[in-house]
């Protein structure tokens, strides 16, 4: 465990420890198209040693999976004083959760050991007052990436992240992370409940995990937030700020328009709307550009516009996902700049996605319900007893069946 740990010292770069990497301790990053063994020799290791040292992590290590920029490190020792430092201890971390430790065990073998981090997993909050965007807004907050994607993929159901989300809009998230041995937060864990406040009106929803039933988030009535169409077709965090845009002519709807734009950086990740077969993945002379257009139901149809380039396998016929991937935000066609466009077909002709009421999933009831309620009132007394945030300390949940 001690050398785990001055390992991980090492690997981290903290100087100050007991075990301080010495000047004959040398980090190496892996190279696009490089492998671990040409590593090893790059690092000047003799080539019988390299392919021992790659052949003592067979069934422990997969050393395909290891990525560019991957640190790998090694230390340096000399049988004597005067005599030259060889290679002893090889390390490196292959997932944030284990080191990989490989050291010398006598001239020209090598034995690799699986060293386990301890990492704690704790509760948190995060929030803050939107004034900016949302994106900007969770960074201030500390909040993890992985947990505003989650955020966002939660509330896409029922927010336009384009135009429902205004400046002094808030949000207020629980959720997991965990901390190494040294005290860093090294990852997210899981998106537990949150709030997020639009004009003054709450939405809350909370994770719940029926028996035998996935994971999901339901309003504090223990309603699911699955709804069949998504209001933000797209990665939400990469939306470039637009406040105030319901009512514009372009980027709101109107009859003219047919859609609803969304601001987004070329190559944003955009999503199915919902579950169905795409009718028309290509290029439309009429200004539209790359387009894809989904067909749901008899009733609905969606499209997707000006794109850059389609998502792998988009092709008419194909069967998508709600959120699958099925292209990329460009300027395609008659646009003036990267965005989606964005238009919902209900029997043919465009209606407003803005104003579009799907009707809500599932609903818990009897013995489910119960577990819910329990569930939702274990999570608000873990939430109540951590600190708000401060700049929703003004703000207080109404109830917790409000949405
Ligand atoms: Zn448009």
Same mark, same amino acid.
């Given at each position: 465990m001690l050398r785990g740990m001055a390992l991980a010292v090492l690997m981290m770069g903290t100087a100050g420890a007991a075990e301080a990497p010495?000047?004959?301790?040398?980090?190496?990053?892996? #190279?696009?198209?490089?492998?671990?063994?040409?590593?090893?020799?790059?690092?000047?290791?003799?080539?019988?040693?390299?392919?021992?040292?790659?052949?003592?992590?067979?069934?422990?290590?997969?050393?395909?999976?290891?990525?560019?920029?991957?640190?790998?490190l090694?230390e340096?020792?000399?049988?004597?004083?005067?005599?030259?430092?060889?290679?002893?201890r090889?390390g490196?971390r292959?997932?944030?959760d284990r080191d990989v430790v490989?050291?010398?065990?006598?001239?020209?073998?090598?034995?690799?050991n699986v060293v386990p981090r301890k990492l704690t997993?704790?509760?948190?909050?995060?929030?803050?007052?939107? =004034?900016? !965007?949302?994106?900007?807004?969770?960074?201030?907050?500390?909040?993890?990436?992985?947990?505003?994607?989650?955020?966002?993929?939660?509330?896409?159901?029922?927010?336009?992240?384009?135009?429902?989300?205004?400046?002094?809009? #808030?949000?207020? %998230?629980?959720?997991? #992370?965990?901390r190494d041995e040294e005290g860093d937060?090294v990852?997210?864990?899981?998106?537990?409940?949150?709030?997020?406040?639009?004009?003054?009106?709450?939405?809350?929803?909370?994770?719940?995990?029926?028996?035998?039933?996935?994971?999901?988030?339901?309003?504090?009535?223990?309603?699911?937030?699955?709804?069949?169409?998504?209001?933000?077709?797209?990665?939400?965090?990469?939306?470039?700020?637009?406040?105030? *845009?319901?009512? +514009?002519?372009?980027?709101?709807?109107?009859? *003219? +328009?047919?859609?609803?734009?969304?601001?987004?950086?070329?190559?944003? #990740?955009?999503?199915?709307?919902?579950?169905?077969?795409?009718?028309?993945?290509?290029?439309?002379?009429?200004?539209?550009?790359?387009? %894809?257009?989904?067909?749901?139901?008899?009733?609905?149809?969606?499209?997707?516009?000006?794109?850059?380039?389609?998502?792998?396998?988009?092709?008419?016929?194909?069967?998508?996902?709600?959120?699958?991937?099925?292209?990329?935000?460009?300027? =395609?066609? *008659?646009?003036?700049?990267? +965005?989606?466009?964005?238009?919902? +077909?209900?029997?043919?002709?465009?209606?407003?996605?803005?104003?579009?009421? *799907?009707?809500?999933?599932?609903?818990?009831?009897?013995?489910?319900?119960?577990?819910?309620?329990?569930?939702?009132?274990?999570?608000?007394?873990?939430?109540?007893?951590?600190?708000?945030?401060? !700049?929703?300390?003004?703000?207080?949940?109404?109830?917790?069946? !409000?949405?």
């Amino acid at each position: 465990m001690l050398r785990g740990m001055a390992l991980a010292v090492l690997m981290m770069g903290t100087a100050g420890a007991a075990e301080a990497p010495s000047s004959d301790d040398q980090r190496f990053s892996l #190279r696009r198209g490089e492998t671990l063994v040409q590593v090893l020799l790059r690092a000047g290791l003799p080539a019988g040693e390299a392919h021992e040292i790659a052949a003592s992590l067979r069934g422990l290590v997969d050393v395909r999976d290891l990525k560019i920029g991957q640190d790998i490190l090694i230390e340096r020792r000399s049988a004597a004083p005067d005599q030259p430092a060889t290679p002893h201890r090889i390390g490196f971390r292959p997932a944030i959760d284990r080191d990989v430790v490989i050291e010398r065990v006598a001239a020209g073998a090598w034995a690799a050991n699986v060293v386990p981090r301890k990492l704690t997993r704790e509760i948190a909050r995060g929030g803050g007052t939107i =004034t900016q !965007s949302l994106a900007r807004a969770a960074e201030q907050a500390g909040l993890p990436n992985d947990i505003l994607i989650e955020l966002i993929r939660q509330f896409s159901f029922d927010v336009d992240f384009q135009r429902d989300v205004q400046p002094g809009d #808030r949000f207020d %998230v629980l959720y997991e #992370r965990d901390r190494d041995e040294e005290g860093d937060i090294v990852r997210a864990g899981r998106l537990l409940a949150a709030e997020l406040t639009l004009s003054g009106k709450a939405l809350l929803l909370f994770r719940f995990e029926a028996p035998n039933q996935p994971p999901e988030f339901f309003t504090g009535a223990g309603a699911s937030v699955r709804k069949a169409l998504l209001k933000t077709p797209i990665d939400g965090a990469r939306l470039t700020s637009s406040f105030g *845009m319901r009512n +514009h002519p372009i980027l709101g709807f109107s009859r *003219m +328009h047919s859609g609803v734009d969304f601001g987004a950086p070329a190559g944003t #990740r955009i999503h199915a709307a919902g579950d169905g077969v795409v009718e028309r993945a290509g290029f439309e002379a009429s200004g539209y550009g790359n387009v %894809v257009r989904i067909r749901h139901t008899p009733e609905f149809t969606t499209l997707y516009a000006h794109m850059q380039q389609f998502g792998l396998g988009i092709r008419p016929g194909t069967r998508v996902r709600q959120g699958q991937v099925i292209g990329f935000v460009g300027s =395609t066609g *008659m646009s003036t700049g990267p +965005h989606l466009h964005y238009e919902v +077909h209900q029997r043919g002709k465009p209606i407003n996605p803005t104003a579009l009421r *799907m009707p809500t999933g599932r609903t818990l009831t009897g013995p489910e319900l119960r577990q819910f309620e329990a569930e939702r009132a274990r999570l608000l007394r873990q939430w109540d007893a951590l600190p708000p945030p401060q !700049s929703v300390l003004v703000a207080t949940r109404p109830d917790d069946t !409000s949405r």
